[in-house]
């Protein structure tokens, strides 16, 4: 069996923005919570989540501080604010004139306008008042040359997964040659790229400031790297330039005791693979974590993130998609003609996975971020062990060349390639994983093809492993139907969101706008459980997920509840660091969704995160 530092796990949940909003307000969508709102509100700036309430009995506060009834929140705002959350019609004055639908998934209420950078803290002003104030010049108010909304989106969600851990990034890994962030987008920062045209250098800008060369600054944000790099920056040992350049025996504190190397953080793996991102983002940090290979330094803790903000500037990328794939207006008056009226859709639930009604993909706007290490070191840092990741995958394939749609065939080897590294590595047969967290994009073909891929592969890797009989049905999982529309590359992140969530046997999504099954949905639906009804979760189970991407571009992970048996069957250097664990276990869970809840309805909680975890630089 695998020793315990081969074997890659979760700390915490994810911390996530979305079309819906922040994790709070999604969980509590998911369970069908009527303090929704509440959280909604808070996202929306127009209430406040007391830090101080328990995780389990949030209480919400007016601007004056003073207790504000979820009942009076939704008297109040309630309708606007489910008018500006989730899938919904925009408005046609923001979108360019040619895109033909106006039907998708940004960010709710003003997040993209300015929101977003207040609850994340890194506004000018807020930098330039903090421990992070030498970067103050990346975190511009100009929107030209500050941080696009996927940079923002990385910020808020990648730094916000540290509040899972129980002590400063720098006390429990004192090395930062040691960390990794993994990040993952379809897109770059689309929007960064139209402000280029507006005046490149001093002599031609069209703004006051004609001294400073803000071309830089404007080439960085258009970077898919962008993001994730700033991520970095922010954790990293701080070393002024002009300071160094004056006293340049600074540089000493760079050296690293016990080690020639010095104490800066890895660089940054950002990986665009379609759709398929942030899951081909794990099927590359994973390996590179476990390896035991002369001279190779392995990364003990990384932040693994996803983040896409396709929809600035103007929408336009949904004419680029074409109207074949998206779901617009028209479709849905088609597929709402000759209904009554109870039994009409509304745009809210416009994207239907699995259904007659699956006639074409929503996009949305959102980024998550979660914590992944071995578990060796979350035992011995007494880390809240989530799930246990006990395979990856990934796979191209062939067939679908005409429109370079990533739906054609053979992409399953990404769903065996994980099955078998369950089997062969961590013990897990193919009957071990009873639910799926489906790519479900909300079309009928890719409806069909998650069924007969994930079919085919159980199928593949029960021949393998000798299963005999039929295979156990599983439940199904499909995030993107809640509302948050298709997020592209940080969908794999919900997915493993949404995983979490079940093998810690919490309540998880189903397929929400699910009413008639496709009847095309072919053989393979057989072997499923399909419903619109929230899925119970399972603290002693296992889940699959899969993404697919154009391009033949596909991922897979699966995943198994974190228990005393499923760590105790593996190998240790020490066995008493897992008794010492598992003795402590239930207090440290305790506390990690009490530290999770406290952070994340802290205003600008990232920034918070990042001067508590970055390491010490040239002066503290």
Request: negative net charge.
């Amino acid at each position: 069996m695998l020793n315990a530092k081969q074997v890659l796990v979760t700390i915490g949940t994810p911390c996530s923005m979305s079309a819906v909003g922040s994790t709070e307000t999604h969980r509590a969508l998911v369970n069908r919570d009527p303090r929704a709102i509440g959280f909604a509100a808070a996202d929306a700036g127009l209430a406040f989540t007391d830090p101080h309430s328990p995780a389990a009995s949030p209480r919400f506060l007016d601007a004056d501080g003073q207790p504000l009834a979820v009942a009076d929140i939704e008297a109040r705002w309630g309708a606007g604010l489910r008018a500006n959350m989730g899938i919904r019609q925009i408005g046609r004055e923001r979108m360019a004139d040619h895109v033909q639908t106006d039907i998708a998934a940004p960010l709710p209420h003003d997040l993209e306008a300015a929101q977003l950078r207040k609850l994340a803290g890194i506004r000018f002003e807020d930098i330039r008042g903090s421990s992070l104030k030498d970067m103050f010049g990346l975190f511009d108010d100009d929107i030209r040359v500050g941080p696009s909304l996927q940079t923002q989106l990385f910020i808020y969600a990648g730094l916000g997964a540290l509040a899972a851990l129980p002590a400063p990034l720098s006390q429990l890994l004192p090395e930062p040659h040691r960390f990794r962030v993994a990040a993952a987008c379809a897109f770059h920062g689309v929007e960064s790229v139209a402000h280029w045209q507006l005046g490149m250098q001093p002599r031609s800008e069209r703004v006051p400031d004609k001294a400073s060369d803000k071309f830089a600054f404007r080439l960085a944000g258009a970077l898919a790297s962008h993001g994730p790099g700033l991520i970095n920056a922010m954790l990293s040992p701080a070393f002024n330039l002009s300071r160094v350049m004056r006293n340049p025996a600074l540089l000493d504190e760079l050296r690293q005791p016990g080690t020639v190397l010095r104490r800066v953080p890895q660089t940054p793996l950002t990986s665009m693979g379609a759709c398929a991102s942030a899951t081909i983002a794990l099927c590359e940090i994973a390996p590179q974590m476990v390896l035991d290979y002369p001279g190779h330094t392995r990364p003990e803790m990384v932040l693994w993130t996803g983040a896409d903000a396709a929809l600035r500037p103007d929408f336009t990328v949904l004419e680029a998609f074409g109207v074949g794939a998206m779901m617009s207006r028209e479709k849905l008056d088609a597929a709402n003609a000759n209904r009554a009226e109870h039994e009409k859709r509304l745009v809210s639930e416009a994207l239907a996975p699995f259904d007659v009604d699956a006639q074409g993909t929503v996009v949305g706007n959102a980024g998550s971020g979660l914590l992944v290490t071995t578990l060796d070191f979350a035992l011995r840092n007494f880390l809240d062990i989530t799930s246990v990741i006990v395979g990856w995958g990934q796979s191209g394939e062939t067939g679908g060349k005409g429109h370079f749609a990533g739906v054609g065939f053979g992409g399953e080897n990404a769903l065996i390639t994980s099955l078998q590294m369950a089997h062969d590595g961590h013990g897990y047969g193919v009957q071990d994983f009873g639910h799926l967290v489906a790519h479900a994009t909300g079309t009928r073909t890719n409806s069909k093809t998650d069924l007969s891929t994930t079919h085919t592969a159980r199928v593949a890797a029960a021949e393998a492993q000798g299963w005999k009989g039929r295979l156990p049905d599983m439940t199904v999982g499909a995030p993107k139907a809640i509302g948050d529309g298709h997020s592209m590359g940080e969908t794999g992140l919900k997915a493993a969101g949404e995983a979490i969530q079940y093998v810690l046997g919490n309540t998880t999504v189903g397929i929400p706008t699910l009413r008639r099954p496709d009847p095309d949905l072919g053989e393979p639906a057989a072997f499923f459980k399909l419903s619109a009804d929230p899925v119970p979760g399972n603290a002693d189970g296992g889940v699959l997920s899969a993404t697919q991407g154009f391009g033949g571009y596909d991922g897979a992970m699966a995943m198994r509840a974190a228990t005393p048996e499923a760590l105790g069957r593996y190998t240790f250097d020490d066995r008493k660091v897992l008794d010492a664990y598992l003795e402590r276990w239930e207090t440290v869970r305790r506390e990690r969704v009490e530290r999770e809840a406290q952070t994340r309805r802290t205003l600008a909680f990232p920034r918070l995160m990042a001067e508590l975890h970055r390491w010490p630089g040239a002066q503290g």
